[in-house]
């Protein structure tokens, strides 16, 4: 059952999360000094979201799009990959993983043929997709765009940051992955340029940043923020002092809002919740590599225009 948004409290366990929703405006912790005299705009609620499927307030009200971000609930996967694995690339059983993405298309109302998503390789690449095309023809790229209706977009994760953006008087949508190497190196400006040659414009788009590794799990070394400062000094924003000396915690939610932000999007919504920590309801690549597990699973986002 899809549910809005991810403002109000979802209960899980017995434990409540609690999530933000922001018009317009960015938020993470490491931002309030820079929008700290927007604050009183923002709007606060607390929508319910299913435990398989979190959807975006911004996005929910535009009657001919069909989005959402997949936790890993719901499928038939087991073990480390239990239970919505969408990846190929993982070491689940290939069946299992055809049945996950034809659960998730399902609850968007969508064939599983017609779920389209890339081989992802940390770059800066975006394809236009005018048909959809099956795993084996996927091709190396991280984003996809289209202005075709019944096209399901797909982006996989396990921490890094899936954008959704779309345009709502062109009818044109995009899909991002964004990890710190493929959102340093302009895989957001590239996906919005691609949405752009379709027809959208930019001061039209909404963005969603949907469940993402979280600061106060992602510590980096000390060479890690260098390239980040010689962007802009500004970007110092993202980082604050880890317990181990030298070493950082990197806002990759934030530092992605802020792009967008550049890009020139208004309106940007991004989900709190930390994928690191949230086992219950997300694959994490860097808890599984702590742990030194084998191998992780992979959460799917996903964005389609309503078909004819």
Known sequence: MRQKGWGREIQERGRVFRRVFLWGFLWSPSMVAVYGLFLPSLVFHRPKTSLSMIASDVFQSYSFLRHGFFTRQGGVSEGLHASLNVGYGSQDKPEHVTINRARAMAQLGLSADRLTTVYQIHSATPVTVERPWTWSEAPKADALVTATPGIALGILTADCAPVLLADPEA??????????????????????????????????????????????????????????????????????????????????????????????????????????????????????????????????????????
């Not at 070493?247 to 992605?256: A, K």
């Not at 208004?266 to 920590?277: E, I, K, M, S, W």
């Open 171 to 308: 009818r044109v949508i995009g899909a991002a992955h964004a990890g710190w190497r493929g959102a340093q190196s302009g895989v957001i400006s590239a996906t919005i340029q691609a949405m752009v040659c379709l027809g959208a414009r930019v001061e039209r788009m909404a963005a969603a940043i949907g469940p993402c590794i979280g600061q106060s799990s992602y510590e980096v070394g000390p060479e890690f923020p260098a390239p980040f400062l010689a962007e802009t000094p500004e970007n110092q924003l993202f980082f604050t002092p880890a317990g181990r000396a030298g070493h950082f915690l990197f806002d990759l939610g934030g530092y992605v809002a802020r792009k967008l932000q550049e890009s020139g999007i208004v309106t940007v919504q991004r989900c709190p919740f930390d994928t690191a920590v949230e086992e219950t309801l997300f694959f994490s690549y860097r808890r599984s590599t702590l742990r030194k597990e084998p191998d992780y699973g992979r959460m799917l986002s996903s964005i389609a225009l309503e078909p004819f």
